[in-house]
């Protein structure tokens, strides 16, 4: 069973593992998509940044780091999802599901009605899971620079006629 927490600068001491977690999880994005993860750009210190900034929370599974989502909420009521990444052994066990019901209990309660978060248009693996999840895809973006689609923006409602249960 996972224990999942939030996170603040103040509380927690576990930077370089969470650290090497979203590094790791993000790893076999490498030569895939194009530009490269802003993960790849984290140091220790914009990770803490991050958490001083943004809503984070970790998945710990028998003591270990396991899981981690961060979250920041956009006007007027939206909270976006970044940063979602689970190692990859620990993959298929519903951590990221686990992650993704905390930050929808984040964004009700601060009275947000959407999620969003965005993916890379080459992950279509990762489009058809935030598919299962109830998100759906509103936009087609790109990278400053880029004369092509590199990524999509996904909402997921929350409340009303368009909500999907999950």
Not at 75 to 96: F, H, N, S, T
Request: net charge negative; aromatic share 8%.
């Amino acid at each position: 069973m996972s224990e999942i927490r939030r996170i603040t600068p103040e509380d927690f001491d576990q930077w370089e593992a969470l650290l090497q977690l979203i590094l790791r999880s993000f790893r076999y994005m490498d030569g895939m998509i194009d530009p490269p993860s802003s993960a790849r750009r984290l140091t220790l210190q914009s990770l803490k940044e991050k958490a001083a900034s943004e809503i984070g929370f970790v998945a710990t599974t028998e003591g270990e780091l396991s899981a981690c989502i961060f979250c920041r909420p956009e006007p007027p009521d939206v909270l976006y999802i970044g940063k979602l990444a689970v190692l990859p052994e620990m993959q298929g066990r519903g951590l990221g599901r686990q992650l993704l019901a905390t930050a929808e209990d984040v964004a009700v309660t601060s009275g947000a009605n959407s999620l969003r978060l965005e993916a890379r248009i080459e992950l279509a693996d990762n489009h058809a899971t935030f598919a299962r999840w109830g998100f759906v895809k509103s936009a087609e973006r790109s990278h400053p620079g880029y004369d092509r689609v590199t990524f999509i923006e996904m909402v997921k409602p929350l409340a009303g006629p368009l909500a999907v249960a999950s």
